[in-house]
């Protein structure tokens, strides 16, 4: 199936690219494979690294960065903005509705069981509005792109998404390492995000706050394989890491353990999964969450970002109903698609993924990070005989989607540069009346050849985003297109005479 080329069009370099094919052809191969061992130094040393518990060993790894930027111009961008924002507010909106009066389920466009009977749904947020009727603060929606104008929203992520300190972290080691590179090109900002993030957390106050509010993320701890970036947030906006045994419950009242005594905490933004928030409200074992932290937050002395019960919005089985839920509370026809889906709990559709399982994408409705996921068209028969019999004992636990060509970009691999399938991760802050997206996003790319798996627990990578403001000059005469194709599969790729294994700097 072949591909959207990012870079190419029809044989010649798009506009957004022009400067990086400039720079790649001018560079070479051994300047940017340079590059690339100098960005492993610098994520090294300031300790970029993700962790993996499930191989043994070190769980601790770098998450590996491409050098070449992936590419939007403003006016993709902008039309993907309009689509966020619209997506995030009926996203909110279904939260506050299934929580509350519940239209949409006595109305039947989505069905009641689905949700209330959802292992993600909590009882205790029934009947209670959040802070600014916010549930879904931040949230990160994932993108897929398969040609100029076709951009499909893979899966919503409400509860706690993770990733933006890659995208920060992309960004900086970009103007670090390719700093004339960076200066030639009108680039969107991102190092405003923390900044942003922290405005909107504070907007977001309860009733109940004097004063500037204070505001602290809550960890797991160290042993979270997303501490960095817990920390890392942490220190770019200027507030307090804490974990539960740092924080307690008086009078409804969350206060923070401190050298000068308590102070008083008015937000969390608490990277703390629902059950292992508070040991009095949902799992009485965990050792991580705050006694009387949710009779804090519905007493209105507290907010918690996200909501507790987000989680039913970024379900993979609700996921397909979520363009009725644009057009149930926006009155708006949905500005983004989603990729068509069968839900194996339906009689019909569980046929069908049966029968055409070497052909479809396979995921576990609440599955994440890569995990619990079949691709067809890469499995082995032995794969689609376990989750068919998987999908026959629990039809309600998994959905499934066609295999689309996911767009590619330019990646360095280890016979020199190759298209590699990505995706985008932009993330999505929702205030008090505002809602903030910074341009761009982490996009994730498969370093594998051929693969479409992208996330890093499953051997991807990262890029950084750019988002020009304008596009670059045209490609010189001496430069011309030509010469520059790029294409999938066994096919190689030539930009001009590039040689990779070059030492041009």
């Known amino acids: 199936m072949p591909a959207f080329d990012e870079m190419n069009d029809g044989g010649g370099i798009r506009p957004a690219y022009a400067g990086i094919a400039r720079y790649v052809q001018s560079a070479g191969g051994g300047a940017?494979?340079?590059?690339?061992?100098?960005?492993?130094?610098?994520?090294?040393?300031?300790?970029v690294t993700f962790a993996v518990y499930?191989?043994?060993?070190?769980?601790?790894?770098?998450?590996?960065?491409?050098?070449?930027?992936?590419?939007?111009?403003?006016?993709?961008?902008?039309?993907?903005?309009?689509?966020?924002?619209?997506?995030?507010?009926?996203?909110?909106?279904?939260?506050?509705?299934?929580?509350?009066?519940?239209?949409?389920l006595k109305e039947g466009l989505v069905p009641a069981e689905l949700v209330l009977n959802n292992e993600g749904y909590r009882a205790v947020m029934?009947?209670?509005?959040?802070?600014?009727?916010?549930?879904?603060?931040?949230?990160?929606?994932?993108?897929?792109?398969?040609?100029?104008?076709?951009?499909?929203?893979?899966?919503?992520?409400?509860?706690?998404?993770?990733?933006?300190?890659?995208?920060?972290?992309n960004r900086e080691a970009m103007m670090r390492l390719l700093p004339n590179l960076c200066a030639a090109h009108r680039i969107a900002p991102v190092s405003h995000y923390p900044e942003e993030l922290l405005d909107t957390l504070k907007s977001l106050a309860p009733p109940a706050c004097q004063g500037d509010p204070t505001v602290v993320v809550l960890t797991p701890g160290p042993f979270n394989s997303a501490y960095y970036e817990h920390s890392f947030l942490a220190d770019e906006m200027g507030v307090e890491l804490v974990e539960g045994a740092d924080l307690f419950v008086r009078d409804d009242t969350v206060f923070m353990r401190t050298t000068a005594g308590p102070r008083r905490v008015d937000v969390i933004y608490r990277r703390i999964d629902d059950e292992f928030l508070d040991p009095q409200a949902f799992r009485p074992d965990s050792a991580l969450g705050v006694p009387g932290l949710m009779k804090a937050y519905r007493a209105g002395r507290v907010t918690l970002a996200n909501a507790p019960g987000a989680g039913i919005a970024d379900d993979k089985a609700v996921y397909p109903f979520v363009p009725a839920m644009i057009r149930f509370y926006l009155s708006e026809e949905p500005i983004l698609q989603n990729v068509p889906t069968y839900m194996c709990e339906r009689d019909e559709d569980r046929a069908y993924v049966l029968d055409h399982m070497e052909e479809l994408v396979v995921k576990l409705a609440r599955g994440s990070g890569g995990y619990g996921m079949l691709v067809g068209p890469h499995s082995t028969a032995e794969q689609r005989a376990d989750f068919a019999a998987r999908i026959r004992e629990k039809p309600g636990d998994y959905i499934a989607q066609p295999t689309l060509a996911l767009s590619t970009v330019p990646t360095l691999s280890e016979g020199g540069m190759a298209p590699r399938h990505v995706d985008l991760r932009p993330f999505v802050l929702f205030g008090k009346n505002q809602v903030r997206i910074v341009p761009g996003?982490?996009?994730?790319?498969?370093?594998?050849?051929?693969?479409?798996v992208v996330n890093s627990s499953q051997g991807g990578g990262t890029k950084d985003t750019w988002v020009l403001e304008s596009d670059p000059p045209p490609m010189s005469q001496s430069m011309g297109a030509e010469g520059m194709t790029q294409t999938m599969g066994g096919m190689t790729q030539s930009l001009g005479k590039m040689d990779f294994g070059g030492t041009k700097d």
């Open 32 to 47: 940017l494979e340079a590059k690339r061992r100098e960005a492993e130094v610098l994520f090294r040393r300031i300790g």
């Open 54 to 104: 499930t191989e043994g060993g070190d769980p601790e790894r770098l998450i590996p960065f491409d050098v070449i930027p992936r590419i939007l111009a403003r006016g993709e961008w902008d039309s993907l903005r309009r689509g966020l924002e619209q997506r995030v507010r009926a996203l909110n909106a279904f939260l506050a509705d299934v929580y509350g009066d519940r239209r949409i």
């Open 126 to 169: 029934e009947g209670f509005t959040p802070p600014g009727g916010v549930y879904t603060v931040i949230s990160g929606i994932d993108l897929v792109r398969t040609g100029p104008e076709a951009f499909y929203v893979l899966e919503d992520n409400c509860r706690v998404p993770s990733g933006v300190s890659y995208m920060l972290e």
């Open 441 to 452: 996003g982490l996009t994730r790319v498969a370093l594998r050849e051929g693969s479409l």
